[in-house]
């Protein structure tokens, strides 16, 4: 990011690279949001566009790109597994960021039903959640869905920042 003599930032033309450069400094978690697929199987994404909405009720929000194929899968079904990846599950963040077409099936990563969705075995935090409102925003939809069904997990969280997996180094 361009900055002045002073050292404090300056403005810069607002593009899709130079928006994504900059909300590439904002650390987040790493999520897997599955959804499911038609004859069974499970669909797979990583995904860091997702928040806690509400308490009460307990309320989560995805942005999904209408690009993507988990997009038309959640408009059909209605629900989403929400996955909150540890840093030992970093080979199951690498395989969902690949596109469909190019994933050996599910390259061996397990998945454990709850309630009505299926999530990554042994996740930091799973959560089972039905979809009760869809707001169309730019290119992407916002699903805001009730977490119906939760499992918490033990381990350390795996971080995205400036376009990399990573994770804290003092806990």
Same mark, same amino acid.
């Given at each position: 990011?361009?900055?002045?003599?002073?050292? @404090?930032?300056? $403005?810069?033309?607002? #593009?899709?690279?130079?928006?994504? !450069? /900059?909300?590439?400094?904002?650390?987040?978690? =790493?999520?897997?949001?599955?959804?499911?697929?038609?004859?069974?199987?499970?669909?797979?994404?990583?995904?860091?566009?997702?928040?806690?909405?509400?308490?009460?009720?307990?309320?989560?929000?995805?942005?999904?790109?209408?690009?993507?194929?988990?997009?038309?899968?959640?408009?059909?079904?209605?629900?989403?597994?929400?996955?909150?990846?540890?840093?030992?599950? @970093?080979?199951? $963040?690498?395989?969902? #960021?690949?596109?469909?077409?190019? !994933? /050996?099936?599910?390259?061996?990563?397990?998945? =454990?039903?709850?309630?009505?969705?299926?999530?990554?075995?042994?996740?930091?935090?799973?959560?089972?959640?039905?979809?009760?409102?869809?707001?169309?925003?730019?290119?992407?939809?916002?699903?805001?869905?009730?977490?119906?069904?939760?499992?918490?997990?033990?381990?350390?969280?795996?971080?995205?920042?400036?376009?990399?997996?990573?994770?804290?180094?003092?806990?």
């Amino acid at each position: 990011m361009p900055t002045s003599a002073s050292g @404090r930032l300056s $403005a810069q033309t607002v #593009t899709s690279d130079s928006f994504r !450069r /900059a909300w590439s400094n904002f650390g987040t978690g =790493v999520a897997v949001i599955t959804s499911p697929e038609p004859g069974g199987g499970v669909h797979g994404m990583t995904a860091n566009g997702v928040v806690s909405v509400s308490l009460e009720p307990p309320l989560a929000l995805a942005c999904i790109g209408r690009n993507r194929n988990s997009h038309d899968l959640i408009v059909s079904s209605k629900r989403f597994g929400l996955s909150i990846l540890t840093t030992e599950q @970093r080979e199951v $963040a690498d395989h969902y #960021t690949k596109p469909p077409e190019e !994933r /050996a099936a599910d390259h061996g990563i397990e998945f =454990v039903s709850l309630g009505g969705s299926m999530v990554v075995h042994e996740a930091l935090a799973a959560m089972d959640c039905a979809v009760v409102a869809e707001y169309l925003a730019g290119d992407h939809t916002l699903f805001v869905a009730e977490v119906e069904n939760i499992s918490i997990g033990d381990g350390r969280p795996m971080l995205w920042f400036q376009g990399g997996f990573g994770e804290f180094k003092d806990w």
